[in-house]
């Protein structure tokens, strides 16, 4: 396994249901980001990890909780999602949090709300 | 703040047109410029970058030159192909020393017909 992966692929969930999105990084880095992709509007960064310390939270409701173990993986909880909420959530890595980094993507997961 | 404005699609061209994505930015300071493509059901994938002023990033066939003077940063294919169909997405990340936030436009989707 190589790259970014992302599990699950596709996820369907009713606003009461509590999920996980997992991400797993085999490049060796040390920051690791969550960003959202809603259809008509850019990708916003959602958090960013460095050496398994969260150093951003774009202003994410409480709804979404992340969670890095180690600086291979990167996980988001998820609980009491609204509709809106639905999008392709998109992990992605880099060697460090530096500008000049490039970031790597995983293919994403695309998430319904019901 | 900072922010990333590319020109809007979708842009359809026929096998071996040229292609000219347009992106300007607003930033403080001296950003670094990506271009990302993304190919239908996939992640992103960085296509070329530039770190400082005058800089021409390269990939594919793809490039793209870091314009200080008009905040710029375009992207051209002399003669595209059909497999070049995806979305494309222009982004920076602030300044050196940043966090690393990429700072997405709103993508530009190519279509290119045989």
């Known amino acids: 396994e190589t790259g970014v992966t992302q599990t699950p692929r596709h996820l369907v969930m009713g606003m009461t249901n509590k999920k996980s999105l997992k991400c797993e990084q085999h490049?060796?880095?040390?920051?690791m980001y969550w960003y959202k992709q809603s259809a008509k509007k850019p990708l916003e960064l959602m958090f960013v990890y460095n050496f398994k310390e969260q150093t951003e939270n774009n202003s994410v409701p409480s709804r979404f909780s992340p969670e890095c173990p180690n600086s291979s993986h990167l996980f988001l909880h998820l609980h009491t999602l609204q509709p809106e909420d639905s999008a392709l959530y998109l992990c992605?890595?880099?060697?460090?949090?530096?500008?000049?980094?490039?970031?790597?993507f995983g293919p994403g997961t695309r998430l319904t709300v019901l | 703040g900072d922010s990333v404005t590319q020109m809007e699609g979708p842009v359809t061209l026929s096998e071996e047109a040229f292609l000219t994505i347009n992106c300007t930015y607003t930033?403080?300071?001296?950003?670094?410029l990506f271009w990302y493509v993304q190919y239908p059901g996939e992640g992103l994938q960085l296509l070329l970058k530039a770190t400082k002023a005058d800089d021409k990033g390269s990939n594919k066939g793809f490039e793209a030159t870091y314009r200080k003077e008009t905040t710029s940063f375009h992207l051209e294919k002399g003669s595209v192909q059909v497999s070049d169909s995806a979305v494309y997405f222009c982004?920076?990340?602030?300044?050196?020393?940043?966090?690393?936030?990429?700072?997405f436009g709103k993508g530009t989707k190519l279509s290119v017909k045989p």
């Open positions: 982004a920076l990340t602030p300044k050196r020393g940043s966090q690393g936030n990429l700072i």
């Open positions: 992605a890595s880099s060697p460090m949090t530096s500008g000049t980094d490039t970031q790597y």
């Open positions: 490049l060796g880095h040390n920051a």
């Open positions: 930033a403080t300071g001296y950003p670094s």
